[in-house]
């Protein structure tokens, strides 16, 4: 096809683009959990177009979980997430007395300040690396089978910090920001953390970059595990941020293992667990709606997910066998216990 | 000072639409109006019905106070030196005869703004992000803070001239003025408006009926002598039409007025915050007529002010990209190619024309162009050519030439 | 000075009788209401529990409507929860006369969802699926919610519902209201037929369960009754099996052509699905698909070959022939091959193709009009024609269309009308001498960026209105019923009628009363 008669892409609009066309409350858990448009993308986007102020739109930026199902719909192709971040940002950093705000960990500055420590590279420049974020690092048994399904060191320096202040606003300091670059310059990486993934695509645009979960399903170990049976549960942030992408992923994924997804009719992860801010840093338990919702009229013989947060919520609301995407691939002892089960 | 979204200068029928358009997005608004309400205006009243409709749609059915006798007028009648006469009826049937004292105020009573009369406009100044506005109310100067102003204050706009000093000495200026008569025997008919193409009367000459007497009006460049055209006109209606008029009354009334922005694209649109409509930007239709093209450019500069807070873009930008349409339909209506080709007025010319015999025809073609070379000395010609080529070209008129 | 209009009345008129020929002296962009008795009316309904949001960001979400041309701020803001709450809100306003105005998607053209002034019911609040009953083929629903997610709620139960707008975020009870389209409305009708029963809270407060059979006469004013009844709560629908589709897609370089094979196939019942979609006026769309492989193998057998439409290579040849013998096109040429590489990948998305069949149409056709002709002015005017009037009224649509826009899209449908339904149809936007199918075509110009005043848009809207006027038609799918057109289109005395029903409901006139009357 000629250049002149492909469009340019357009670029990232704001919030004054926005038609009003209500695509995202459609998959806004905020609004499911809801049905206030105030509590939705739309909701912010047409109050800034009034001349609202952040501190006016406390409560749904507090109640927004970030999961980015609103940036794949817009058909204005504006960065809601972005306009959210940013809103955030703007409260962080201007907080007025009569807006409650919720409590961050008391280290979080004092870690951005220090930066993580130096140490000697874990890998050479070009290999794979992971970020694993806290909850895989808790989790030692299950990191040690993602780094043997993957064949990838861990990262040192994985930014849990910097993921902490993009979610809740708090301005990174660009040294800490400039050092953690550097570091992964070059590096091909697979980061657990959604929203540090999606940040990582325009910081470090051009390198390789994939969330756990769909770089766990790439392994045929973990495919041949995958069957008609399995409601697959996909992280929706790192979804989201690649959104073009993910879609022909995982519906290939989906004709080669017939799995079925926490996905809706329009292709948009439905998340599990839609925690807003307030409880967020603390990872406290969120309301169980999208969970039940997303195994409605569902009878799946196994739940796997690719976060740890949702293998949480999923053993909350149902009794099925609920495991880690990495855990498909390695434990002899389920394969065995699955294969029949799953023809 | 007083802190608003928006001040509009002038209470005319631009400020009614720009208000209502404001008002209904919510925007707090405040007309401010030199004179007392109702006040009186110098206009023919005789309104387009694309005015008639914007009024109804926006502003409701006109209460019978808002138009004089007769109520209506179902067209308009072109009479030429060669004694030939085309009467022409508008599309879509009889139109109204403004009062304009009483429709105006009627019209800005019903968008729902705020008004301030007997409060003059002295000055402004845009400081970026807001505008404050200087006037004065019996003397005493009152301010007003406002985020846009829009200027809807008639062809010599004080808004215009306080932001763009020299413009008014680079446009031509005509006098309009209109006498009226107690008549004693009038053929000319009382349904229609009647406009002369007789270079020897005038640049702009006219007569209707009003509320039992007749108008007689002349327009001419500004410097000649009212007294003696009107003599000179009420005297040709007495030999040519059996026009028979008892001397004028002493309410006779003129007013300046800009012929040649709508002629030439050459409109001004105002500056930063500072919107000019209406008339003050320079909107007549062809026949004098500036009332529908007030409405609409009014709305429309009350829809920029909105749409440029919603999407957060400047306003002369947003203002500019959408009186495009109207600037279209007004310059249209004295472009030759479309005048030849399509039907930009409100009443049929060209068909009105064909219904003349051949002979007649001629004449009429040959007296509008002697009429047209009155009009030599403002050196429009080739502006209107090249207007009129691009038109198709670029489907519309160059903002470039705007102010 | 200023007289007071009482909304419905019809004003006299000083000027004269033939000014505005034919068009009633009615104020069609109201002015805003004066606010009188607004704080009793506030104070009254906290009083009684119902959550009121005022202030300039809670109310100024619902400034304007889909079509963007009308703006309107509402005093307050409720967003309906129950039907209790509504009617304790619709009684308190019937009180202190506050008018009240109904919003589920806010997917109007003509600003009939937008509040002058008053309180503004937000009914998405109201959301959820109540029960589905898989053997019976019903849903109870409440009646904010959107076909969207309706539609979630039933593809898990494998069920659909017959037909919906095509567009996600229409509401159902707006639907109801006021009409709906759909590809397959030429068999299954318009999307107000599949409506079985409803619970309306009428303009006085009342909790009404209304069907056919219960409460006949509110069931048929408040079906296609532009929200003038009463405020649909709760509707229970008629479902079907969940099935994908096979599409065909046909073109055609004249319009006629392709409405009299649509025509054709509608009377014919040769596929389930029919539509007609251009992209300019000589590239026109018919597409037809079915629902099973019986269905599709008929048309195969007894159809196919009497469509006089090419298949998509063998129109790209012609065209290309075309445009090589008129070089100075190539303008046209150059759009209709942009428009190719940016549309029509949206209707063969891999993710929603399974076995050659399409998954989940609504979601395929909302998204791509979203994406391809949705803007801040859904400007949709729309007409609804007899069978035998239909080309007569798109052509000279088509003309206006032309007049006014650079580019713009037809799409054209027939709706099989229901012979038990004609007292729901009586002043609708089901053409009142329609026999069989009505036919509707929306007029969609293409925006593209470009920057309009309201009043191009409104001028070019009472273009095509004023067709429907000439041609005794009607007005469909996003409810361009507008308050200018009511009367010229069915006369005074229908309207008086129904303008009498109006007030003896409403006797303060206040639901959604700058609407239709």
């Not at chain 1, 499911?32 to 409560?59: I, W, Y």
């Not at chain 1, 073009?244 to 926490?262: A, H, I, K, P, W």
């Not at chain 2, 209107?384 to 038109?391: E, F, K, T």
Request: hydrophobic share 40%; charged share 20%; aromatic share 8%.
């Amino acid at each position: 096809m000629p250049a002149f008669l492909a469009r340019m892409p357009a670029a990232a609009r704001d919030y004054s683009a926005c038609s009003g066309c209500s695509l995202c409350l459609l998959v806004c858990p905020m609004w499911r959990s809801r049905h206030d448009p105030g509590f939705s993308p739309e909701g912010l986007a047409k109050a800034l177009q009034c001349g609202a102020t952040a501190a006016a739109l406390a409560p749904p930026l507090d109640a927004c979980s970030l999961c980015g199902a609103c940036d794949a719909v817009c058909p204005e192709r504006i960065d809601l997430s972005g306009m959210i971040m940013d809103l955030r940002r703007r409260l962080a950093n201007s907080p007025l007395p009569d807006v409650p705000r919720p409590a961050l960990p008391d280290d979080l500055h004092s870690r951005l300040q220090q930066g993580a420590p130096a140490t000697a590279p874990v890998a050479p420049r070009s290999a794979p690396v992971l970020l694993p974020g806290p909850a895989l690092r808790a989790d030692a048994a299950l990191l040690a089978q993602v780094q043997a399904l993957l064949g990838i060191a861990v990262f040192d320096d994985d930014g849990d910090d910097i993921a902490l202040a993009i979610e809740v606003g708090v301005v990174i300091p660009p040294l800490r920001l400039q050092s953690f670059l550097d570091s992964l310059r070059g590096h091909s990486i697979v980061a657990a953390d959604g929203l540090l993934l999606r940040q990582l695509r325009r910081w470090l645009a051009g390198s390789q970059r994939m969330g756990l979960g769909a770089a766990l399903s790439t392994r045929a170990a973990v495919r041949s595990n995958l069957g008609a049976g399995d409601l697959y549960v996909i992280e929706p942030r790192a979804f989201h941020a690649d959104y073009e992408r993910m879609v022909g992923f995982y519906d290939r994924l989906q004709r080669e293992t017939g799995c079925s997804f926490n996905l809706d009719l329009q292709r948009i992860a439905i998340p599990a667990v839609a925690p807003g801010m307030a409880q967020n840093p603390g990872f406290a338990a969120g309301d169980e709606v999208q969970a039940k919702w997303i195994l409605q009229g569902r009878s799946p013989a196994r739940i796997v997910v690719e976060s740890l947060a949702d293998r949480a919520v999923f053993g909350r609301v149902c009794d099925l066998p609920v495991v880690h995407v990495a855990e498909l691939g390695v434990d002899p002892q389920m394969m065995k216990e699955f294969r029949h089960a799953f023809g | 000072m007083r802190s608003v979204d928006v001040v509009i200068v002038g209470a005319s029928l631009a400020a009614a639409a720009a208000a209502k358009r404001l008002v209904d997005a919510g925007l707090e608004t405040i007309v401010i109006e030199r004179k007392e309400l109702p006040r009186h205006k110098i206009c023919s009243g005789i309104l387009s019905p694309r005015g008639h409709r914007f009024l109804l749609e926006n502003f409701g059915p006109l209460p019978s106070e808002t138009v004089h006798q007769p109520t209506s007028c179902r067209g308009v009648t072109f009479h030429f030196p060669s004694m030939v006469s085309m009467p022409m009826d508008f599309f879509g049937g009889s139109t109204p005869h403004l009062h304009r004292k009483y429709s105006d105020h009627w019209a800005i009573q019903r968008s729902g703004a705020e008004v301030h009369d007997r409060t003059s406009f002295a000055g402004l100044e845009d400081k970026g992000d807001h505008v404050v506005v200087q006037a004065s109310r019996n003397g005493e100067p009152v301010e007003y803070r406002a985020r846009q102003v829009i200027g809807a204050d008639g062809p010599s706009s004080p808004v215009v001239r306080a932001v763009y000093p020299g413009y008014a000495k680079q446009i031509p200026w005509f006098f309009v003025g209109q006498k009226f008569h107690d008549i004693i025997d009038c053929p000319l008919s009382a349904d229609y408006f009647h406009f002369w193409f007789h270079p020897g009367l005038g640049h702009y000459t006219w007569s209707h009926a009003r509320d039992g007497r007749q108008i007689v009006g002349v327009g001419f460049k500004r410097g000649d002598n009212f007294a003696r055209k009107h003599e000179v006109v009420q005297r040709y209606l007495e030999e040519k039409h059996g026009v028979r008029l008892q001397p004028a009354a002493d309410d006779h009334e003129g007013c300046a007025e800009n012929f040649g922005p709508s002629l030439i694209n050459r409109y001004v649109f105002g500056k930063g915050n500072v919107l000019a409509t209406g008339q003050a930007a320079g909107f007549l239709n062809m026949i004098g007529e500036g009332m529908s093209c007030a409405l609409h450019s009014g709305a429309i500069s009350g829809e920029a002010v909105v749409e440029a807070r919603r999407r957060n873009r400047p306003v002369q930008e947003v203002y500019r990209r959408m009186i495009a349409s109207e600037v279209r339909r007004c310059t249209d209506q004295w472009n030759p190619l479309k005048i030849a080709f399509d039907k930009p007025h409100e009443a049929d010319f060209p068909a009105a024309l064909m219904q003349l015999g051949w002979r007649d025809r001629a004449k009429v073609l040959r007296d509008m162009w002697r009429f047209i070379v009155l009009f030599k000395e403002f050196n429009w010609g080739r502006q209107i050519v090249s207007g009129a080529l691009q038109r198709p070209v670029i489907g519309g008129y160059s903002m470039q030439r705007w102010l | 000075m200023i007289p007071r209009v009482e909304p419905g009345t019809v004003g006299p008129c000083p000027v004269a009788a033939d000014a505005l020929q034919g068009i009633k002296r009615q104020q069609t962009n109201p002015a805003r209401w004066n606010g009188a008795g607004w704080q009793a009316f506030a104070d009254a309904v906290r009083a009684a529990g119902v959550e009121l949001a005022e202030g300039a960001i809670a109310c100024g979400v619902y400034l304007t409507d889909a079509g963007g041309t009308a703006y309107g701020l509402p005093h307050g803001v409720v967003i309906a929860r129950s039907a209790a709450q509504i009617s304790v809100l619709l009684k308190a306003a019937q009180a202190h006369r506050v008018p009240l105005t109904v919003r589920g998607g806010g997917l109007t053209t003509e600003g009939e969802s937008v509040a002058f002034g008053g309180v503004l019911l937000d009914m998405t609040g109201m959301s959820r699926v109540l029960a589905i009953d898989a053997a019976a083929l019903t849903v109870r629903t409440e009646a904010g919610i959107y076909w969207h997610s309706l539609a979630e709620e039933l593809r898990r139960e494998n069920l659909d519902y017959l037909s919906a707008p095509l567009n996600l975020t229409s509401s159902v009870g707006g639907t109801l209201g006021v009409g709906g389209i759909d590809v397959n409305s030429a068999r299954l009708g318009c999307s107000a037929d599949q409506a079985l029963s409803l619970q309306v809270v009428t303009p006085t407060g009342d909790i009404v369960e209304c069907s056919d059979d219960e409460n006949a006469e509110l069931f048929q004013r408040v079906i296609l009754g532009y929200g003038q009844f009463g405020i649909i709560t709760e509707a229970t629908l008629r479902l079907r099996p969940y099935t994908p589709l096979s599409m065909h897609y046909y073109y055609y370089s004249s319009l006629r052509t392709a409405i009299e094979d649509l025509q054709m196939l509608d009377s014919n019942d040769a596929s389930d699905y029919s539509g007609i979609l251009t992209i300019m006026d000589c590239a026109v769309n018919l597409l037809v698909a079915f629902d099973s492989g019986e269905r599709e193998a008929a048309f195969r057998k007894n159809w196919a070959s009497r469509l006089r439409g090419f298949g998509e290579f063998g129109f790209a040849l012609s065209m290309a022939g075309h445009y090589a013998l008129r070089p100075w096109k190539f303008r046209e040429a150059l759009y209709l091959l942009q428009r190719k590489r940016e549309v029509f990948p949206e209707f063969r998305r891999t993710e929603y193709m399974r076995d050659g069949k399409m998954h989940d149409r609504s979601v395929v056709f909302s998204r791509a009009v979203w994406k391809h002709w949705g803007s801040r002015n859904m400007v949709i005017p729309d007409l609804a024609t007899p069978a035998d009037r239909f080309i007569e009224a798109v052509e000279r649509g088509n003309a206006v269309c032309r007049k006014y826009f650079r580019h713009y899209t037809l799409y054209c449908v027939g709706i099989r009308l229901r012979p038990d339904h004609g007292p729901h149809y009586e002043m609708s936007c089901i053409p009142p001498a329609a026999q069989g199918w009505a036919y509707g075509c929306e007029f969609e110009p293409m925006i593209e960026g470009g920057v309009y005043s309201r009043d191009h848009f409104q001028s070019f809207k009472n273009a095509i209105y004023d067709i429907g006027v000439d041609l005794g038609a009607s007005y469909y799918r996003f409810g361009g019923m507008m308050k200018g057109y009511i009367r010229r289109v069915f006369g005074d005395e229908l309207v008086d009628r129904h303008l009498a029903m109006k007030r003896r409901a409403d006797p303060a006139m206040i639901l959604n009363r700058d609407v239709i009357f």
